[in-house]
């Protein structure tokens, strides 16, 4: 079974910064590409930001640009999201995700998610 | 403002079929077919219930079914269950980005 496991959510102040982890098992982590999405309170679902299997092409939502930094250790299956500059906007509950396939058109769904770790911005 | 616009709620009850629309643009739902769809119950993370406009997952039920028009893809429900009731989301690659957007969510309640 697919498992996805978040850590290193918390309670940090404006313009603080958290590395958030994606522990993946039951799969072969180095052939899909993975996804960062998160949930503000009460609210819809945000692309964040999305990594090829092998860490050589990124895309990034606007919103994020030049604060959150997407990367993977596919020897540790493990996906990071390192989310600097944080503002109120950025509290979520932040889900990893896995694409549906290794192609490249599949890119855009996402078939095995976490449970979440939730990041607070507050002072 | 989410760039698809989905209606906050339809409701419907138990064996009736309803459908959820996704309005987007030509740079999004209506220039491509990378349209899905996720259910997602109270605390829980989202499930993929549709993808690539029309196709069902493995051990996706075929009560669940979707399409597109220009600008709109749909999400039917057929013979609607209790457990239907979520929110579901629609999700299409955009231009814009050059990746992926979701709606704003619609609250399925079965009566």
């Known amino acids: 079974e697919v498992q996805l496991v978040e850590s290193g959510g918390g309670l940090v102040q404006p313009g603080g910064s958290l590395r958030l982890s994606c522990a993946a098992s039951g799969l072969t982590f180095s052939s899909y590409a993975m996804t960062w999405v998160r949930q503000a309170p009460g609210k819809g679902l945000e692309w964040v930001s999305t990594i090829s299997s092998s860490g050589d092409r990124i895309y990034d939502a606007d919103s994020v640009k030049g604060r959150f930094t997407i990367s993977r250790d596919n020897s540790k299956n493990t996906l990071y999201l390192q989310v600097n500059s944080l503002r109120a906007e950025d509290t979520a509950v932040y889900y990893c995700a896995k694409v549906l396939s290794t192609m490249r058109d599949y890119y855009y769904y996402m078939d095995v998610w976490g449970t979440g770790t939730t990041v607070t911005v507050s002072s | 403002q989410s760039a698809l616009t989905q209606p906050a709620s339809v409701s419907g009850s138990p064996g009736q079929s309803i459908t959820i629309s996704c309005t987007g643009t030509?740079?999004?739902?209506?220039?491509?077919?990378?349209v899905s769809w996720y259910q997602q119950h109270p605390g829980k993370a989202p499930k993929l219930m549709i993808y690539g406009v029309s196709k069902r997952p493995s051990g996706i039920s075929d009560r669940f079914s979707g399409s597109k028009s220009g600008n709109t893809a749909s999400l039917t429900i057929s013979g609607l269950q209790a457990e239907d009731e979520a929110d579901y989301y629609c999700s299409s690659y955009t231009s814009s980005t050059s990746f992926a957007v979701f709606g704003g969510g619609t609250k399925l309640t079965v009566l």
């Open positions: 030509s740079s999004d739902v209506g220039g491509y077919n990378y």
